[in-house]
């Protein structure tokens, strides 16, 4: 696996009249071509934070306070997007970057047709192209969304919830990007149109092999469609590795926790379990482990649930990676075992 963007140690915090909010903390991870990375994690965890740093597009009051976004392009050739300047950046913004940003569907201009929308987009990055020939390669990405190329000549009232969503993915693919970044693409779409619009994301994954980030809070819409995950608490990442592989065995507490949450069609919802307890809040220094005052390990008195074990993580076998030290000995301990 070859890799498309690199994140490394990026910090990204709000400067805000009561303190210093560290929306994301020291966040590294590797994205891969070709891939479906899936990150998780609940409301106010960073994730479309995390987003706009991968984008420079950080507003303030927050700012990237350190790390470094490297991009490989066709040649494999390294490059920091965070040092680049807006002209510079805009040449990988939208043509080998792409998002569909969450509640997007709003940002669609009332008083402009769907056409309009395309055009536009094209024209603010490749100024000579000729409206026919953008007109027919939307007529092309609509498509892919499976969308009647009518909609062209609509207004954005004039398409469902859904049907905007549709047009913002495919928005998202006019300039051919290698990768698409994808913040809450189906929160707040009934559970049908969410499936219909994973299913053609997939499809659209298979036939262009274009790289695929979801961002969401719900684990359970996603799971079928990603090929890794990424898990996010607080600001930090907590565990990643392959999907089956951290569904077969979670590596970190919160992970079993998202998991003992989700319901299932032939479940006994009483079975299921909340996590106890409320993320916490990010204008704070940390003397200890983010997560230990919900940690089943820490409250039971087996984790001393230390700070500084915890600003790194821990591989527990090739691909998968923990925060939490104490799970990462004990897995990492009986695979030893097992194997002797
Ligand atoms: N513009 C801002 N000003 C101040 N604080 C912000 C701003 N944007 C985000 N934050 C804070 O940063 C933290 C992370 O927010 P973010 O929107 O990245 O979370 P999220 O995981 O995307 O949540 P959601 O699932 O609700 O979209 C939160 O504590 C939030 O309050
Ligand atoms: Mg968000």
């Known amino acids: 696996m070859k890799p498309l963007i ?15 909010l560290r929306a994301c903390d ?12 899936g990150i998780i994690g609940e409301s106010g965890s960073g994730k479309s934070t995390l987003a706009s740093g991968i984008l420079n597009l950080v507003q303030s009051p927050g700012k990237i306070t350190s790390g470094e976004v490297y991009y490989y392009d066709e040649n494999d050739k390294k490059v920091n997007l965070l040092e680049l300047n807006t002209d510079e950046f805009n040449e990988y913004r939208w043509k080998e970057i792409a998002t569909v940003f969450q509640a997007a569907q709003n940002a669609l201009n009332p008083v402009l047709r769907i056409k309009e929308h395309f055009i536009e987009t094209v024209l603010a990055h490749d100024s000579g192209r000729p409206i026919e020939d953008i007109i027919k390669k939307a007529e092309e990405v609509l498509k892919y969304v499976r969308l009647d190329t009518n909609v062209l ?44 619009i994973l299913d053609l994301l997939k499809d659209i994954h298979e036939r262009l092999g ?29 565990e990643y590795g392959k999907v089956t592989d951290v569904f077969e065995e979670p590596s ?46 820490f409250l039971d008195g087996e984790c001393k ?7 790194i993580m821990y591989f527990v076998n090739d691909t998968k990676c923990t925060r939490c030290y104490e799970l990462a000995e004990r897995l990492t301990t009986v695979k030893t075992g097992e194997g002797a």
Request: charged content about 20%; overall charge neutral; glycine content about 6%.
């Open 210 to 238: 274009v790289t695929l980030i979801f961002l969401t809070h719900d684990i359970s819409v996603i799971s079928g469609v990603i090929d890794r995950i990424a898990v996010m608490y607080a600001g930090e990442l907590v």
């Open 153 to 196: 000549e609509y207004y954005p009232h004039q398409l469902s919830g859904g049907m905007k969503q549709r047009v913002l993915i495919a928005l998202s693919l006019i300039l051919d990007p290698k990768v698409i970044l994808l913040d809450e693409p189906t929160t707040a779409l009934d559970v049908i149109t969410q499936w219909y």
């Open 252 to 297: 970190h507490p919160y992970t079993k926790g998202l998991l003992n949450a989700i319901p299932t069609l032939n479940d006994d919802v009483t079975q299921r379990k909340a996590i106890p307890g409320n993320p916490p809040n990010l204008i704070q220094e940390f003397n200890e482990c983010k997560f230990s005052p919900r940690c089943s390990i």
């Open 305 to 311: 649930g230390s700070r500084e074990k915890t600003k």
């Open 26 to 37: 020291n966040v590294s991870f590797t994205i891969y071509k070709n891939e479906v990375l």
């Open 6 to 20: 690199e994140v490394k140690n990026l910090t990204i915090e709000f400067f805000l009249k009561n303190g210093k």
